[in-house]
């Protein structure tokens, strides 16, 4: 079984910043991209930011300069340092990750629960 754990969300002023955590635990053999999405109020879920196991990384428009995502792999967890956060950055944001439990198991999406991130203006 493998679980994907977000925390990290919360209330923040407009300008303000936060930081997401996703740690993936279970049986794990081999974590691939790991990514966090989000979707906002009456809006479709959107990708905001994903990183390989090599650290390559890429980052929505919208939060290009201000959001950035980074990796710890000896711990399996991916984070999302929000800077300069703006009322529409307000959504719950998921974690998500391609995962192997076994030498020979194919590469599965995961997600984790959702942590609730709204910014006041």
């Known amino acids: 079984q493998v679980q994907l754990v977000e925390s990290g969300g919360g209330l923040v002023q407009a300008g303000g910043s936060l930081r997401l955590s996703c740690a993936a635990s279970?049986?794990?053999?081999?974590?691939?991209?790991m990514a966090w999405f989000r979707r906002a109020p009456g809006k479709q879920r959107e990708s905001v930011a994903a990183i390989n196991s090599a650290g390559s990384t890429a980052y929505a428009d919208s939060v290009k300069g201000r959001f950035t995502i980074f990796r710890d792999n000896a711990k399996n967890m991916v984070y999302l340092q929000m800077n300069s956060l703006k009322p529409e950055d307000t959504a719950v944001y998921y974690c998500n990750a391609d995962i192997s439990r076994f030498i020979s198991d194919t590469l599965r999406d995961y997600w984790g629960q959702g942590t609730q991130v709204t910014v006041s203006s």
């Open positions: 279970g049986s794990i053999f081999r974590v691939n991209v």
